[in-house]
């Protein structure tokens, strides 16, 4: 609750008629900048030196704090420079990658766009679990210890890495001689090893529904569908199946874009259902629930089942696939509606009916 008192402190000390947005300089920046312009925003960057040329190449950001890391978004003098500005700090996945839920909870005392009590259930993968298994969605099996396994299984890292380091096995002895392998190939280090999650390996195409929690129009907006461009998993394919056994392949899951999709339209009422599902729930764990954003990832078997594993309760890279031009955003909006302005929009709304308090925390 101090972050609460905080934050209410801030925000009545700022001009609501003249807010800009901010961001860290990477993953959607672009994106959550050209909303925030489209909608009349001004709008903040927060970036690091050798990237600058991208926010500068691509004009959208009003103003450059620069920063030798992104972790001085918590220094005093770059969060005075921000509520200076009336920034409304919209979160994406280098908020995550960079500061820890402490960090963001205790120390980052800047008006953030969504609803921070979310940010630990979304940290820990056995509360991301809870959540999605009482929002009766279907998850993947999770195995306890490598003597449990029984099938494919895909070993993950703690913390987002976007895949990087996890590996398949399908036995107990195979996932040793990987572990193993893995370390001395230097993907992971010997304390990794020791904090793998095993989870059922999903055999079916992977989809990543990208979903609009409004708390203006008390509705979860369907935004669109991606998939990820994964290296080396996607590269493997071009190698034919006697030099990847030669070489001895493993694939590893480091993301390099997004790809979009749209779906079989018999998948869609599922998947809307699924949104609603998971922002129910979120609202019986942290009241209002999800503000904004969210995204799941899910792979699709055969017989059109959808497995969900995991949850991103904020703007996800994979919306950057929509910017200016989105199926779903066009059914429900027209042109030129996507994750980045939908974000701005909710915002601007808030601002006009005097509910700011309800999504800013
Ligand atoms: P991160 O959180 O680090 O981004 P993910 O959990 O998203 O990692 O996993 C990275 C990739 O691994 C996914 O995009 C997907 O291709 C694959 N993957 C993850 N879990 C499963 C699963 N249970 N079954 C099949 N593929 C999976």
């Known amino acids: ?28 920046a672009l994106n ?19 990237d600058r040329i991208l926010y500068e190449r691509f004009p959208l950001a009003d103003e450059i704090i620069q920063v030798e890391s992104f972790t001085e978004i918590l220094d005093d003098d770059v969060q005075e420079k921000l509520r200076e500005r009336n920034t409304v700090l919209v979160p994406h996945g280098s908020f995550t ?22 940010l630990s259930w979304e940290a820990s993968r056995e509360k991301q679990n809870e959540w999605l298994l009482r929002a009766g969605l279907k998850l993947p099996k999770v195995f306890e210890k490598p003597e449990d396994i029984d099938r494919l299984v895909i070993a993950k890292l703690p913390g987002a890495r976007g895949g990087k380091g996890y590996f398949l096995a399908d036995s107990q002895k195979s996932f040793h ?6 370390v001395s190939r230097g993907l992971i280090d010997e304390r990794d ?8 390996y999903v055999l079916g195409v992977n989809a990543y529904p990208h979903y609009f929690s409004s708390i203006m129009n008390s509705e979860v907006e369907f935004f669109g569908v991606d998939k990820r461009y994964e290296t080396t998993v996607d590269a493997i394919g071009r190698i034919p199946a006697s ?24 998948i869609l009422p599922e998947m809307i259902r699924m949104g609603d599902n998971v922002m129910k729930t979120s609202r019986e764990i942290a009241p209002p629930g999800i503000v904004g954003p969210f995204c799941l990832e899910t792979a699709i ?14 703007i996800v890279a994979g919306t950057n696939v929509g910017i200016g031009t989105s199926p779903y955003p066009y059914l429900k909006y027209g042109e030129n509606m996507y994750m980045g302005r939908r974000i701005a929009l909710e915002i601007r709304e808030a601002v006009r009916q005097g509910r700011t308090k309800e999504i800013l925390t």
Do not use: W
């Open 193 to 200: 090893a020791s904090q793998i999650h095993l989870q059922e």
């Open 243 to 266: 030099e990847q056994l030669e070489i001895g392949l493993s694939s590893t899951y480091t993301v390099i874009g997004n790809i979009p999709i749209t779906l079989r339209e018999s």
């Open 177 to 182: 001689r990987k572990a193993r392998e893995m």
């Open 32 to 50: 959550i900048f050209k909303g925030a312009k489209e909608e009349g925003f001004r709008t903040v960057c927060v970036c690091k030196k050798g």
């Open 97 to 118: 990658a960079y500061l820890s839920v402490e960090q963001m909870v205790n120390s980052l005392n800047v008006p953030t766009f969504g609803n921070c009590e979310l």
């Open 301 to 314: 078997t055969d017989n059109m089942e959808i497995y969900t594993f995991e949850i991103s309760a904020r």
């Open 1 to 28: 609750m101090v972050r609460a008192k905080a934050i209410q402190r801030a925000l009545s000390g700022y001009d609501l008629k003249n807010l800009s947005i901010g961001t860290l300089g990477s993953h959607s």
